[in-house]
């Protein structure tokens, strides 16, 4: 039973650096990718960054430069660091997993069969 568990959302003002932490366990696949998903209010969830198990990984254009995605050593969490937050990446952030193996982990929705519940992001 995979279960993924997100932590270390808040309300922050613009500017400031936030870091959200997934942990997952039951999760017991070689190959995979460790994706952070979003979704303001009255806006489809989206894509956000990514990391495959070699600690590869891949970012939507609107947070490159500014969020960075990693992993322990252990590879039962997965971190994103958000620096210079604004208001627009204010939403619920979302830890996902896929056992699928990618070249490059896509940002899509679809490819990532298991789902964290969400922390709380806002940026004033």
């Known amino acids: 039973h995979v279960q993924l568990v997100e932590s270390g959302g808040g309300s922050v003002q613009a500017g400031v650096s936030l870091r959200l932490s997934c942990a997952a366990s039951?999760?017991?696949?070689?190959?995979?990718?460790m994706g952070w998903f979003r979704q303001a209010p009255g806006k489809e969830r989206e894509g956000v960054a990514a990391?495959?198990?070699?600690?590869?990984?891949s970012y939507a254009d609107s947070v490159k430069g500014r969020f960075t995605i990693s992993q322990d050593n252990a590879k039962t969490i997965s971190y994103l660091q958000m620096d210079t937050l604004k208001p627009e990446d204010g939403a619920m952030y979302y830890c996902?997993?896929?056992?699928?193996?990618?070249?490059?982990?896509?940002?899509?929705?679809?490819?990532?069969?298991?789902w964290g519940q969400g922390t709380q992001v806002t940026v004033s």
């Open positions: 996902a997993a896929s056992s699928d193996r990618y070249a490059v982990c896509p940002l899509l929705i679809s490819r990532y069969k298991f």
């Open positions: 039951g999760y017991t696949y070689s190959s995979y990718c």
């Open positions: 990391i495959d198990s070699d600690g590869s990984t």
